[in-house]
């Protein structure tokens, strides 16, 4: 059993930047694909971003395309979403989740492990 822990989130002003991490325990997260999803106050969760467990492959949401990156680091079971040029609108939480395949995907439905969220506001 793979178990998220998300860190990193918090109160930043337009314009900054963040770095949100997901530690996975209980075993190894090999071959998981990695994604990072969001839900705005009010609104469904929404793809962010994912990437292939030997991180190869990247995909991501053209609302944040170009100003975040999804990276990962296999040896510390560790995948990170570095946010820069943060938007009002980015703000939401921010959920971590794995999928036991090398393929990514946007579907929320296709992960099988989900973190307890980290609250990411942007203030205007």
């Known amino acids: 059993q793979v178990q998220l822990v998300e860190s990193g989130g918090g109160l930043v002003q337009a314009g900054g930047s963040l770095r949100l991490s997901c530690t996975a325990s209980?075993?190894?997260?090999?071959?998981?694909?990695m994604g990072w999803f969001r839900q705005p106050p009010g609104k469904e969760r929404e793809f962010v971003a994912a990437?292939?467990?030997?991180?190869?492959?990247?995909i991501y949401a053209d609302s944040v395309k170009g100003r975040f990156t999804i990276s990962r680091d296999n040896a510390g079971n560790t995948v990170y979403l570095q946010m820069n040029s943060l938007k009002p609108e980015d703000t939401a939480v921010y959920y971590c989740?794995?999928?036991?395949?090398?393929?990514?995907?946007?579907?929320?439905?296709?992960?099988?492990?989900w973190g307890q969220g980290t609250q990411v506001t942007v203030s205007s």
């Open positions: 989740a794995a999928r036991r395949s090398p393929i990514t995907t946007r579907s929320a439905r296709e992960y099988d492990k």
């Open positions: 209980g075993r190894s997260f090999d071959p998981y694909t």
């Open positions: 990437i292939s467990w030997i991180g190869a492959s990247t």
